[in-house]
């Protein structure tokens, strides 16, 4: 079978790439997908908060990974405090995430043959003793061409993400990797789900198991769901769904509340017509129930978008999806859409906005607003002396305002003031791990529409 052309994949996701899939409702099992082991020991450095993070060897190289400019691109992120202490700082290239045991983020470097390695570490900072800081290199991948960084997530004592190696440009099948890293052990398994990979993919922990979403790239778009579990590093495919001359279904998201299993479905009747849906299954995977959404995606886009523009939308890969209080919803496309609503009224929730962002993580999901304070776009000449002043007290009064974060507390969502180091500062993104650490990540704007004026800051507020 050849790879699914460019053409058809464009016709499919419009601005954006797809893979598609027609469901068979009935469980399928496949004999377990190859898992490859890639080892290497972890190692500790100790991390002042001077000290770069990013220098400690991978033991699977010969020599020690080294930063080269030209070919990699990491950023000084400092870490804080609840108290606005500095506890140190480390360097990052592909995000980061909060876990039970500490900061866990990637890095970019080069080895001894100045060729690409992507880091993973863990970072443990010392409130009481900053000075012992901790870094510890996990392992390492080479030929990384994509993270699914926003499907990270972790389970146990054990964090997982997703990676494509291989060209992704070219007309080769490249293999989708699940990468495993041991918190505890400080050490990195490498399986590989499918040597037919696509790069948008999905990931959810239920039942003490990962779900998994990958496209297959064939002339009959398939998506499979796979299961891998931890305890015996077996892989089966558990469902799987066909797209057959743009009529079928195709899977967007998988999430699990850990009492039921949710899968985001895009249905087309034909490549005009497409529906969205929410689709509930108990954690044996019988399907109990689904639910058409298409309604709350066009109110979403009510104030950006023509009608005939929301179909498209629909059609897009999604980043962030996530229930809770067993009706609500919370969508996030990698194009424009983001919104909070109610999977029984089909309304939009009050606290729902073009910018509304989620939290990642493995903890209970909060949310934010990621709105930046900004002045007019409107130049001095076109303004009227009014209008100046109408729009400095604006901004004067948006500058009072601290950030805040909100989350669900069984009737409603309670908000959570933050104050950070200088008001310039915003949420940028945040997650929480499984036992409730909280991890803060913040940019800064200010009104000359300089971007980061300031250091990029995490805060980091570790359960007790």
Not at 199 to 211: I, R
Request: charged residues 25%; negative net charge; proline residues 3%.
């Amino acid at each position: 079978m050849k790879r699914t052309s460019a053409c058809l994949l464009s016709v499919l996701l419009g601005i954006g790439m797809i893979a598609g899939c027609a469901q068979q409702n009935t469980e399928q099992s496949s004999s377990a997908v190859s898992s490859i082991s890639s080892a290497p020991s972890g190692q500790e450095q100790e991390s002042t908060s001077d000290a770069s993070a990013a220098e400690a060897s991978d033991n699977q190289e010969s020599q020690s990974a080294s930063t080269n400019p030209d070919l990699v691109s990491n950023f000084v992120i400092e870490v804080l405090d609840k108290s606005q202490k500095k506890l140190g700082q480390f360097q990052q290239s592909g995000g980061a995430v909060v876990t039970d045991k500490g900061i866990f983020y990637s890095a970019a470097q080069t080895d001894a043959q100045n060729q690409k390695v992507t880091e993973y570490h863990l970072y443990l900072p010392d409130e009481n003793k900053p000075e012992e800081n901790k870094d510890v290199l996990l392992g390492s991948i080479k030929d990384l061409s994509y993270e699914a960084t926003y499907a990270r997530t972790e389970l146990g004592s054990k964090e997982y993400t997703l990676v494509m190696t291989g060209n992704l440009m070219d007309s080769e099948k490249d293999p989708l990797w699940l990468l495993e890293f041991d918190l505890d052990k400080h050490s990195m398994q490498k399986y590989q789900i499918s040597n037919n990979g696509f790069a948008y993919t999905a990931m959810a922990a239920a039942n003490g198991k990962l779900l998994i979403i990958n496209h297959d790239q064939e002339l009959n778009l398939t998506d499979r769901l796979y299961e891998f579990d931890p305890a015996t590093c077996g892989i089966r495919q558990v469902m799987s769904f066909e797209l057959n001359e743009l009529i079928g279904d195709t899977l967007r998201q998988v999430y699990s509340d850990g009492s039921r299993i949710y899968l985001l479905r895009l249905h087309f009747d034909e490549e005009s017509n497409v529906r969205m849906f929410v689709d509930t299954y108990d954690m044996d995977y019988k399907k109990l129930d689904e639910r058409d959404i298409t309604l709350l995606m066009v109110k979403a886009n009510a104030n950006m978008l023509m009608a005939d523009e929301v179909f498209n939308e629909m059609k897009q890969m999604v980043s962030r999806f996530i229930i809770f209080n067993k009706d609500c919803i919370y969508y996030e496309n990698f194009s424009a859409t983001h919104f909070l609503g109610s999977l029984t009224s089909l309304e939009l929730l009050d606290e729902s906005s073009e910018a509304v962002c989620a939290s990642f993580g493995s903890g209970t999901p909060f949310f934010f607003n990621h709105e930046l304070l900004k002045t007019s776009s409107n130049s001095s000449e076109e303004q009227s002396e009014q209008e100046k002043q109408e729009e400095e007290e604006s901004a004067a009064e948006k500058e009072k305002e601290l950030p805040y974060y909100f989350e669900w507390a069984g009737d409603g969502f309670s908000q959570y003031p933050m104050t950070f180091s200088d008001s310039r500062y915003y949420i940028d993104s945040g997650s929480r791990s499984q036992n409730g650490s909280l991890m803060l990540q913040t940019s800064s704007f200010d009104p000359e529409r300089k971007e980061n004026p300031l250091p990029l800051q995490i805060y980091y507020y570790p359960a007790k």
